[in-house]
């Protein structure tokens, strides 16, 4: 096939892109075993699920530090921190987004949680949150927002797909309820 235009480049492109998402995207579902994770956090420093273990986890994915839906869903999780903590959990976020985009987001906002920067993104598609987008009509590649509950343990109890920004958290603590 000879490519003659970027619409043609962009259509290879794309779905050399679902083919590969195809080939490695995660089929976790709920009651497995959460992928471990080696990353980067804020710092620079090495962040591993094996160290919360015995803890319950937030692991959280969103698109992109300072965006308005992102913005919200880390408030909420902030101001609800201490819940969270009484629970027995500890929250982590993961997106693209650089070390230092991830320093300055969680400066801006006053977070206490750490925020993996997974520029390779391995481990948003260890978790099934790198796939196949559409906005108005345009299909592209990007984070799937998506969270994880994760026991002691270290097994997937909860998938929120359908994640209410502005009241993330009192959604997880509803389906912790279930």
């Given amino acids: 096939m000879l490519i003659k235009t970027q619409a043609q480049l962009q259509a290879v492109y794309l779905n050399l892109c679902t083919f590969i998402l195809y080939f490695t995207m995660s089929d976790l579902k709920e009651g497995d075993l959460a992928p471990a994770i080696k990353a980067s956090d804020e710092n620079g420093e090495i962040i591993t699920l094996e160290e919360y273990r015995g803890k319950k986890v937030v692991l959280y994915f969103y698109p992109r530090d300072n965006t308005p839906g992102c913005t919200a869903e880390a408030c909420d999780l902030r101001d609800n921190y201490s819940q969270f903590i009484e629970k027995g959990f500890e929250i982590i976020g993961v997106s693209a987004d650089s070390e230092k985009s991830h320093l300055n987001f969680k400066s801006k906002l006053q977070l206490p ?26 299909k592209y590649m990007g ?36």
């Fill in 143 to 178: 984070i799937l927002r998506k969270t994880f509950i994760i026991n002691e343990e270290g097994y997937v109890e909860k998938i929120i797909t359908k994640v209410k920004t502005k009241e993330h958290s009192k959604q997880i603590f509803a389906e912790l309820s279930h």
């Fill in 113 to 138: 949680f750490r925020l993996i920067s997974d520029a390779d993104k391995k481990v948003l598609q260890d978790y099934g949150a790198w796939g196949e987008k559409n906005m108005y009509g345009k």
